[in-house]
């Protein structure tokens, strides 16, 4: 049984400021039924919500897990356990949003290709390369395995311009706790 990994039917999406999304999560240790049913109802929830990329820590399970799927479909969405990214490498800015600060977008400057290295839900270990697109998910998400929001990578006339939307949440928080 992995650490941590609450009733999987109850799961949601948890918004900012809730602690758990600054926290570095603990690497999956063992992949078991857990981890799977962790993994496709994540996938689920992401697509449900029109994202293309959820990591464990935004559904409230602090371990190193994402699901990225570049198109949004479920067929198209792949599980890496434990990432590990490399070879960053080049510069692009691209408008982000992210499914836990929900209205709340901005431009962030990130490489523009990149290596992961992580496990399946086989435990095969893999290696695969990204670019432009997909290499923005894999960082935003590993970002969220590391604490990391994409606000926190805003510039200042970009925090500027989140703060209204970002107290908001805050209020949401503060009333529901």
């Not at 600054?22 to 999956?28: D, F, K, L, R, S």
């Not at 977008?105 to 490489?111: A, V």
Request: some cysteine; hydrophobic content about 40%.
């Amino acid at each position: 049984m992995n650490q941590n990994i609450p009733d999987i039917k109850k799961l949601e999406i948890i918004h900012y400021p809730n602690p758990i999304l600054m926290e570095q999560a603990a690497p999956v240790k063992e992949i078991d039924e857990n981890i799977v049913a962790l993994s496709n109802r994540m996938i689920d929830m992401m697509v449900e919500s029109d994202g293309v990329g959820l990591a464990a820590p935004q559904v409230g399970v602090s371990l190193r897990l994402i699901v990225v799927s570049p198109t949004g479909k479920k067929e198209d969405a792949e599980v890496l356990i434990n990432p590990e990214l490399t070879n960053l490498i080049g510069c692009t800015d691209s408008e982000e949003g992210c499914l836990s600060l929900p209205g709340i977008r901005g431009k962030i400057r990130r490489s523009e290709s990149c290596t992961v290295t992580a496990y399946d839900l086989d435990g095969n270990k893999f290696t695969m390369d990204a670019t432009d697109f997909t290499a923005i998910i894999l960082q935003h998400e590993t970002d969220h395995l590391d604490g990391t929001l994409f606000v926190d990578r805003l510039n200042a006339i970009g925090k500027m311009a989140a703060r209204r939307g970002l107290r908001s949440l805050e209020r949401e928080f503060d009333e529901s706790h």
